[in-house]
């Protein structure tokens, strides 16, 4: 799912693109995408485009009057800019916006459907689509102390929740948790002052550094490879490969459809993580740390 990041790298390539031009028509490929009745189609159409914003992973465009299109890309949706009166991909496309500047698709690479679109009136009612996480660089060290130690989540599970802070997800939290060593099952609750201060400086310093790294690597073309899974990262994806900080091989957790990739060595003092799936299949056998995995 793209994260503040790639949100941001889209949303700067969007502001030159759109910005002060005109939404000359929307064309729905897709019966699951739109998610509101009102305002319909035409009446969003014709106004121009005054700003974007982001809340916590949607892309919001701002219109004339008050008028809003949120976008929810998910974990498979993404934007595509082309000429003006492109034509909707057949297989994965779910809409396509015209502006006089050009034309943006939006795609969904995925069976499930869950990528979103949403027509919203008023100010009041965009917020309604806020889920009130805190962005990480409007607030200071207090309000991200209080708000994590007031969350009953795990650390990673509480730098993922949208409704505990904003834009930041599965990749970015493994990244920034290796970078302020520190096991994903750590509570907030528990932790020290030392410890959430780490933790808040290595959220900003993850997330700058990536936004500027993806900046970098699209620079004036269209960001085309967005995903969770870039070369540079250190244990994002990366299971049984060499903690670039240690070299001991980077571990996995999975539960559900989400996965925890973390060090052993560096985050959690040698101790495996107990992944439930290899728990259950291996029982006693399964190594309770890193010397026991790399001896057998």
Same mark, same amino acid.
């Given at each position: ?76 949706? #993404? ?6 009166? @492109? ?71 509480? +730098? ?17 948790? +290796? ?21 808040? #400086? ?11 790294? +993806? ?22 994806? @990366? ?12 571990? #996995? ?26 728990? #259950?299949?291996? @029982?006693?056998?399964?190594? @309770? ?8």
């Amino acid at each position: 799912m793209p994260e503040l990041p790639d949100l941001t790298v889209y949303m700067e390539h969007l502001e030159r693109r759109v910005v002060g031009s005109t939404l000359d028509a929307v064309r729905l490929v897709s019966p699951f995408l739109l998610r509101s009745v009102t305002p319909t189609v035409d009446e969003m159409v014709g106004r121009t485009v005054v700003g974007l914003e982001r809340l916590a992973k949607q892309i919001v465009f701002v219109l004339q009057d008050e008028m809003f299109m949120v976008i929810h890309l998910m974990i498979s949706g #993404r934007l595509q800019w082309h000429e003006a009166g @492109k034509a909707v991909p057949k297989k994965l496309g779910l809409a396509a916006f015209d502006f006089d500047t050009g034309t943006l698709i939006f795609t969904e690479a995925s069976k499930k459907k869950r990528a979103s679109l949403r027509f919203v009136s008023g100010r009041e009612a965009l917020a309604e689509l806020n889920p009130g996480g805190l962005e990480i660089f409007d607030i200071d060290l207090a309000t991200f102390s209080d708000r994590l130690r007031t969350t009953p989540h795990t650390v990673k599970r509480a +730098l993922t929740d949208q409704h505990v802070f904003a834009g930041i997800g599965n990749a970015y939290s493994d990244e920034i948790l +290796l970078a302020a060593k520190m096991s994903p099952f750590k509570r907030g609750a528990n932790m020290s002052g030392e410890e959430i201060e780490t933790l808040f #400086r290595a959220c900003r310093e993850v997330l700058t550094t990536w936004t500027a790294r +993806l900046r970098e690597k699209t620079g004036d073309a269209w960001p085309k490879k967005v995903t969770a899974f870039h070369p540079e990262m250190a244990v994002h994806g @990366k299971h049984k490969e060499p903690c670039p900080v240690c070299g001991a091989p980077v571990q #996995r957790i999975v539960r559900a459809e989400n996965e925890s990739n973390y060090c052993a060595k560096c985050q959690t003092g040698g101790r495996l993580l107990a992944d439930r799936s290899l728990s #259950r299949l291996m @029982k006693d056998t399964y190594p @309770k740390r890193i010397e026991d995995l790399e001896g057998s």
